[in-house]
């Protein structure tokens, strides 16, 4: 059985106030919810201030990006060491923002995913079509390049450190979410590639969540689906009880 895994990724928004408010009112809402795992994405600025104020909760800590070197002269860039000493234990990578916004490909991509791995940061690897590929068909022979490529020479041994998110770039706050059918049958496609990739086994274990305009409204529906198995959530992760309501689905 796949725990559950809801992850709210903040993007750039919220201050240094605002997110350590946040933070503090979904720790405190969370109660004991163990079930389930929690994860928040604040900017990396926030991130030391806002794992500080979650401490002692079942609250995690993750960053949105990282870079694959160890360190060096690489103005504006983040390194693994960094995240690690604010406490960070996942890491969002290939986010489509990063992707269509900031052109990053899928072989820059590929060596955040395994230097992440060398550290012990736990990668959340994005994958998703623009809305032109899903009407031209192309859906699935983007989503299998984009895994494919992301997991180049990640071993058997890593998997159960990866985590897949699957966010249709259409539906990332646009307020479109792609149907739990949809949905469903895309990650039942990428769980077939694990399963080339490296076996039933691992398929079978490796968590796959669903993220583009997740919010209480639709939550349940999508997680009642076999092959969901938690959101990365957006724009309703930014305010305490629609997120706690989202961690909260009902299936
Ligand atoms: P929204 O939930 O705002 O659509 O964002 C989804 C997303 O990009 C999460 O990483």
Redesign the pocket.
């Known amino acids: 059985m796949r725990k559950p895994f809801i992850a709210g990724?903040w993007k750039m928004f919220l201050t240094r106030s605002t997110g350590i408010e946040l933070a503090k009112a979904i720790a405190h809402g969370l109660g004991d919810a163990g079930d389930r795992d929690v994860l928040v994405c604040p900017s990396f600025a926030l991130l030391g201030d806002v794992a500080d104020a979650v401490k002692g909760s079942n609250v995690l800590i993750g960053a949105q990006n990282m870079h694959f070197e160890n360190e060096g002269a690489f103005t504006g860039e983040v390194s693994a060491d960094m995240l690690l000493s604010v406490s960070c234990s996942y890491v969002?990578l290939g986010?489509?923002?990063r992707r269509h916004v900031f052109h990053e490909k899928d072989p820059t991509i590929n060596k955040k995913i395994l230097f992440a791995l060398k550290k012990n940061l736990k990668p959340i690897l994005?994958v998703g079509e623009l809305l032109e590929e899903r009407e031209a068909g192309s859906t699935e022979t983007v989503v299998k390049d984009q895994v494919t490529s992301g997991l180049r020479e990640v071993g058997k041994d890593s998997m159960g450190s990866v985590t897949i998110?699957y966010?249709p770039v259409w539906?990332?706050?646009?307020g479109k979410t792609a149907t739990p059918e949809d949905a469903d049958g895309v990650h039942s496609f990428i769980r077939s590639i694990i399963s080339e990739l490296y076996g039933r086994e691992i398929s079978e274990k490796t968590r796959i969540l669903y993220?583009?305009?997740?919010k209480p409204g639709n939550v349940d529906e999508l997680m009642a689906k076999g092959n969901i198995d938690g959101a990365?959530?957006?724009?309703?992760s930014l305010e305490a009880d629609s997120f706690l309501r989202v961690i909260k689905f009902e299936s």
Not at 171 to 174: L, M, R, S, Y
Not at 211 to 214: A, M
Request: with cysteine; glycine share 24%.
């Open positions: 990724n969002i986010h489509s923002e994005c998110a966010e539906a990332i706050g646009t993220g583009g305009s997740v990365l959530v957006g724009g309703a």
